[in-house]
Each structure stands twice: as structure tokens, then as C-alpha cells.
Nanobody, 115 residues
Framework: QVQLVESGGGLVQAGGSLRLSCAAS????????MGWYRQAPGNQRELVTT???????KYADSVKGRFTISRDYAKNTVHLQMNSLKPEDTAVYYC?????????WGQGTQVTVSS
């Protein structure tokens, strides 16, 4: 059974930092593209960043230079380091694993940035 378990969300002041983690099943981690998406109230879920099995990354323009995604193959975990957080980064953040037509989602973790 594939599982994605996120952790690390919380409340932080603007300008602060948070680090999200997503632990994945070993059966998929090495081969799947891992990503972080977010959804704010009243908005559609949007891409934040992805990292391929080979380590290539992609970022939304709104987070470039502030967020960094990384993979820890030894722990089957993907991290999202978020710096210089803004109130507009407030959302539920979801971890996603995908390969071809297969995709799995985590349960989400709340990130709230106060002004």
C-alpha cells in the first residue's frame, strides 16, 4: 500500500521559515516524481514544486528563490524548505507522488503565515 505522510506544518510569522517533510513508501520513492502542491481557501490546488527521480526540480514563479525541494533517498523522504514566508503562502500543502498515469496524494498539512 502506498502511503505519503506529511509533517512540519504550523503557524509562523511573515519572514519566517518552515520545513515540510513527506515520508513515502519505499516501493515508489526511488522511481516517482515527488512534488508539493498547495490549496488556499476558495482557490484551486496549485503546483509549488516538483523533483524528479533524477533530481531535476521545477518551481512555481511565486516561490522561486524562497523554497527549496530536496530528496533523501536513504529515508524515502522529500523535504520542502520554505524561507521568507509571506501571508499569501498560507494554504494546506499536499505531497504528491506521480509516475505516468499513477498518482498518490498525502493528507495535507496546514501552513499559516501571519502578517
Amino acid at each position: 500500500q502506498v502511503q505519503l505522510v506529511e509533517s512540519g506544518g504550523g503557524l509562523v510569522q511573515a519572514g519566517g521559515s518552515l520545513r515540510l517533510s513527506c515520508a513515502a513508501s519505499a516501493t515508489i520513492f526511488s522511481f516517482y516524481t515527488m512534488g508539493w502542491y498547495r490549496q488556499a481557501p476558495g482557490n484551486q490546488r496549485e503546483l509549488v514544486t516538483t523533483i524528479t527521480s533524477g533530481g531535476s526540480t521545477k518551481y512555481a514563479d511565486s516561490v522561486k528563490g524562497r523554497f527549496t525541494i530536496s530528496r533523501d533517498y536513504a529515508k524515502n523522504t522529500v523535504h520542502l524548505q520554505m524561507n521568507s514566508l509571506k501571508p499569501e503562502d498560507t494554504a494546506v500543502y499536499y505531497c504528491k507522488a506521480e509516475a505516468g498515469l499513477r498518482a498518490y496524494w498525502g493528507q495535507g498539512t496546514q501552513v499559516t503565515v501571519s502578517s
